[in-house]
């Protein structure tokens, strides 16, 4: 029902078009389906004489769809006016038997009651019935018009009111499409919503991901540059902490002083040494030790 009653708003906002008008002339036909449609409403008068005035003719009676569509055109009536018709032609159609018989012009005259009745209850200003003569192009006098009128207030017992129920059951043939539309538009944008949504998720999971990447490899970064800074201190024994490259270039450099002072720090080797006699008459300067008797 609610999707009836948007399309409601929209077919009352909507201007007349040929299809309300079409619509409204199936609508009055079939209130009173007996009733015939001649050339004209009441037969020819018979002819004067002569010398006497000569009677008026009655207009000739133009077709229903003809009819309403000039009442429109003249009156520039509002949609919910127009269609609010509809409704009470319906109650009409409960309302009369469904024999009912009347003249040739009883249709005409039955949508202009109910054209008359919704305007002045749907309106803070309406034409009057002269105008509405006048509007019929001679076909009914401001007598007929009020006649008509008092005619229809009777029949609905003077019971004028109208829901939107009413209007959505009346007027269900030209919601439909509109009904259908709003669905079809509405799947379509919650398609669309839920695409989106869709597609802000994905985004989201990705700058999660990216962030998430970043965090791991800034965690690297640190923890490489941490164990590099641990590795540039090295122990050199004597209790001192250097650097790798200062540490080389101490052994360098306590190589070249080793190396400077070898006559120093290195062993003689008496064996091949050519300064050493080659026999063994050579003294060594020692201290003789006298041991105790008997132990010798």
């Known amino acids: 029902m609610d999707t009836y009653n948007k399309a409601l708003n929209i077919l009352m906002k909507s201007p007349v078009t040929d299809d309300m008008i079409q619509f409204l002339t199936h609508a009055t036909l079939r209130v009173m389906p007996n009733c015939?449609?001649?050339?004209?409403?009441?037969?020819?008068?018979?002819?004067?004489?002569?010398?006497a005035a000569a009677a008026p003719q009655q207009p000739r009676l133009p077709s229903l769809r003809t009819f309403i569509t000039k009442l429109v055109r003249y009156t520039n009536v509002y949609t919910p006016t127009l269609l609010a018709t509809v409704c009470y032609l319906k109650k009409l159609q409960r309302i009369l038997p469904k024999d009912a018989k009347g003249l040739p012009s009883t249709i005409h005259r039955l949508f202009l009651a109910c054209l008359i009745i919704s305007a002045k209850n749907h309106n803070d200003s309406s034409p009057l019935n002269k105008h509405w003569a006048k509007y019929t192009d001679g076909l009914f006098s401001l007598e007929d018009i009020n006649l008509m009128e008092r005619q229809l207030l009777q029949l609905l017992n003077w019971d004028l009111r109208l829901s939107d129920e009413d209007l959505i059951l009346d007027l269900q043939f030209l919601l439909e499409p509109i009904k259908q539309h709003i669905e079809i538009?509405?799947?379509?944008?919650?398609?669309?919503?839920?695409?989106?949504?869709?597609?802000?998720?994905?985004?989201?999971?990705?700058?999660?991901?990216?962030?998430q990447n970043q965090?791991?490899?800034?965690?690297?970064?640190?923890?490489?540059?941490?164990?590099?800074?641990?590795?540039?201190?090295?122990?050199?024994?004597?209790?001192?902490?250097?650097?790798?490259?200062?540490?080389?270039?101490?052994?360098?450099?306590?190589?070249?002083?080793?190396?400077?002072?070898?006559?120093?720090?290195?062993?003689?080797?008496i064996w091949h040494d050519k300064t050493v006699p080659s026999d063994l008459s050579w003294n060594l300067d020692y201290t003789p030790v006298s041991l105790p008797a008997g132990q010798y």
């Open 185 to 211: 538009t509405t799947k379509q944008k919650k398609r669309m919503h839920a695409l989106k949504k869709q597609q802000q998720m994905q985004q989201q999971m990705q700058m999660q991901m990216q962030k």
């Open 36 to 51: 015939g449609q001649g050339a004209q409403a009441y037969p020819s008068p018979p002819t004067s004489p002569r010398g």
């Open 215 to 269: 965090f791991y490899s800034h965690g690297r970064n640190a923890s490489v540059s941490s164990n590099l800074s641990a590795a540039t201190l090295v122990s050199n024994g004597n209790g001192n902490t250097t650097s790798p490259r200062s540490g080389l270039a101490g052994a360098s450099l306590a190589g070249s002083r080793s190396c400077s002072n070898g006559s120093l720090s290195a062993k003689v080797d």
